[in-house]
């Protein structure tokens, strides 16, 4: 007996209601979606992580001022704040009315200068609302 999820030509196997998956085991347009970040990705040369395992620390401050720093020396530098208990970044920028504008399928970073930023505070209606994410999404 086979399984059959009325998926004609790829097998089945995979779930009712599921794309039929291309020969990776993706389907077609996520195969699509992974090469474009992976491109994207690959133009990165450096990356600095501001990480500490304590809060109250200094971490935004030192965060905004390397990329500022670096940003005026000239330098390509994109600042991505992912503190979901508490985005600062824009905050410390003078950011905390703009909001992110779609660029094709993708969410354009804002820019103060040469500086591109994002955060997830950008995409919170109200400066407090919660951002609920479970386990393995938040890690």
Known sequence: MSKDNGHAGCGGGHGIGASCPSAGGKPQEQEADDRRLAASLARIRHTVLVLSGKGGVG???????????????????????????????????????AEPVMSGTAIAPLEIGSLKVMSIAFL????????????????
């Open 124 to 139: 919170l209606r109200e400066p407090d609302q919660a951002v609920i994410w479970r386990g393995p999404m938040k890690m």
């Open 59 to 97: 971490k935004s401050t030192v965060a905004v001022n390397l990329a500022a720093a670096l940003a005026l020396a000239g330098r390509q530098v994109g600042l991505l704040d992912i503190d979901i208990h508490g985005p600062s970044i824009p905050t410390m920028l003078g950011l905390t009315k």
